[in-house]
């Protein structure tokens, strides 16, 4: 299944955010934020559902004289329906073992979403898309065990399924129905302590899965650091880049081949709107807080696919660029409210999610 954005109701966002870190007298070491639905994307039309995040752990609801240093768990629940006629149900976590010395991420998925196949290939139009509706089921665990300070290593697991139900035209499609099924290795090196919102460090994750009949690898880095000196006003500024490469080999089915577009690696263009063999994508961010609860953002992003990394038409790239607004849902969490309106060639998006994009 593709991502779908958690989109919030913005009147919700203050009576989310006071439920979320009402004073307990005993520290609770938990937390949830429910989530009403109600916004739009591009890929979605209008979404309407409910959604919730749990967070647990040692450093969860209590004083900063007492926060132990470890990593936040999290646990999220969304049930979602849009107004091109997407249902989605899906759960994920993520959890620290054994002082964090263990790590585990799972998630399951289901939904039936309508979209659009554009085909292979950086020159494909806008007008080449193809309707289809599908039936996704998606399964992912990951168990790694830390090594040294910010390094986590260990085996995961990825599983999938596709059912075309309807199709413009089921011949480009190519098939009806097709599975995977896949086993891998995943390095992930973090130094931000694993915050919804990142002010400092680095993440380095990287996959490589390999299914029957084909295999991907997947190269991801994000770095985040304030650009003013420490103690400054605009110390609380930061400046966020990601780098991500993703390359398949062998006979992967369409839906496995490397993207360009999305909420989360290119906004300003559909979902899958460019694949091929390999994508190659950077972006940067400027997130300035306003206040406390309340901040702007400007990003800009390039990127393009091709056969691989060597071969593609770099006189020639993807771009696109946008400004957003922040709303601090839950200020202990640094969980925000992201309102983006992003711009490419092929015209305006608008991106109402929980979290940031990268």
Known sequence: ????????????????????????????????????????????????????????????????????????????VNGLATSNGSF????????????????????????????????????????????YTSANGELSLAVSRRIGRNLFVGPMLDGGTVDILESDDRAYL??????????????????????FYPDHGTVVDTVVTQYAGFGTYTFDLRVFRSPWREGSRAAEHVVAFQSRYRHSWGDPTWDQLATLGGDGVFRGYLEGRFRDTAAASAQVEYRMPLGRRVGVVAFASIGQVGDNGIDMDWLDPKTAAGLGARVTLNADQKLNLRIDIAFSPEGGSPYISAGEAF
Do not use: C
């Open 88 to 131: 989605v149900l899906a759960l994920s976590s993520d959890t620290y073992f054994v002082r964090d010395r263990y790590r585990m991420e799972a998630g399951i998925a289901a939904s039936r979403t309508p979209r659009e196949y554009f085909g292979i290939g950086d020159a494909t139009r806008r007008d080449d898309g193809v309707g």
């Open 1 to 76: 299944m593709h991502k779908l954005s958690l989109v919030i109701l913005l009147v919700a966002a203050p009576v989310v955010s006071i439920l979320a870190q009402s004073p307990d007298p005993e520290p609770r070491h938990w937390g949830v934020v429910p989530i009403p639905v109600l916004g739009y994307t591009p890929d979605f039309g209008g979404i309407f559902g409910l959604a919730g995040i749990g967070f647990y752990g040692p450093d969860v609801n209590v004083p900063d004289a007492l926060k132990e240093g470890r990593r936040t768990n999290t646990a999220a």
């Open 174 to 195: 190519a098939l009806d129905s097709w599975s995977r099924l896949g086993g891998g290795v995943r390095l992930v090196w973090d130094s931000t302590g694993g915050a």
